[in-house]
Nanobody
């Protein structure tokens, strides 16, 4: 079992940056791929980025490639999403998740409660 808690969301102006954090717990945290997703009102949950347990492989959605960076520290049981050059379209609730290396929500077994990111234009 893995528990996840996101933090770091907030209100930021377009062009600004935020760093989201995801604190994990549970003995098996380091064995999972970690992913970040987001969901805007009326939209489906959208894949953003994933990183394997060893950090050897990462993947990004085209919509955030070059602007967002995912990283992790297994010793601290932490995952981060650095978000730069934010746009109004990035406004959503952001979730971290633990599961398999995939861009599909069903591949992830454990989810945090989400953190709101609002980008003002």
């Amino acid at each position: 079992q893995v528990q996840l808690i996101e933090s770091g969301g907030g209100l930021v102006q377009a062009g600004g940056s935020l760093r989201l954090s995801c604190a994990g717990s549970g003995r098996t945290f380091s064995s999972y791929t970690m992913g970040w997703f987001r969901q805007a009102p009326g939209n489906a949950r959208e894949f953003l980025a994933a990183i394997t347990w060893s950090s050897e492989s990462v993947a990004y959605a085209d919509s955030v490639k070059g602007r967002f960076t995912i990283s992790r520290d297994n010793a601290k049981k932490m995952v981060w999403l650095q978000m730069n050059n934010l746009k109004a379209d990035d406004t959503a609730v952001y979730y971290c998740a633990a599961g398999l290396f995939s861009n599909i929500t069903d591949a992830y077994n454990f989810w945090g409660q989400g953190t709101q990111v609002t980008v003002s234009s």
